[in-house]
């Protein structure tokens, strides 16, 4: 299951213990009481474009994606996060590099 932002529900270490997923919780996973929000801004920022993922803006991956880190990850772990999200919206949408 890919989420919006490309993040893998699988591979999620909160995966059915904290989150059934984002996309069935509607964009407001547990962690954000952490971030100051009720919703994912990446969630909420596809809403508000009305596209059904990160895959179909024009702006991928966009600042935002580079602002909200997990801040248990190094920033070169946070990078390759950001470039397997992305390769994972480009295989949903069947893209290639």
């Given at each position: 299951?890919i989420?919006?932002?490309?993040?893998?529900c699988?591979?999620?270490?909160?995966?059915?213990?904290?989150?059934?997923?984002?996309?069935?919780?509607?964009?407001?996973?547990?962690?954000?009481?952490?971030?100051?929000g009720?919703?994912?801004?990446?969630?909420?920022?596809?809403d508000?474009?009305?596209?059904?993922?990160?895959?179909?803006?024009?702006?991928?991956?966009?600042?935002?994606w580079?602002?909200?880190?997990?801040?248990?990850?190094s920033?070169?772990?946070?990078?390759?996060?950001?470039?397997?999200?992305?390769?994972?919206?480009?295989?949903?949408?069947?893209?290639?590099?």
């Amino acid at each position: 299951m890919i989420n919006k932002c490309g993040c893998s529900c699988e591979t999620c270490h909160s995966f059915q213990k904290e989150c059934p997923g984002r996309n069935e919780v509607g964009g407001k996973p547990y962690w954000t009481q952490y971030i100051g929000g009720a919703t994912c801004p990446v969630y909420a920022c596809c809403d508000d474009k009305a596209y059904s993922n990160c895959g179909k803006c024009s702006a991928l991956p966009c600042k935002l994606w580079f602002k909200i880190k997990d801040p248990s990850l190094s920033d070169e772990e946070h990078l390759r996060s950001i470039k397997e999200r992305v390769c994972n919206l480009k295989e949903a949408s069947g893209e290639e590099d």
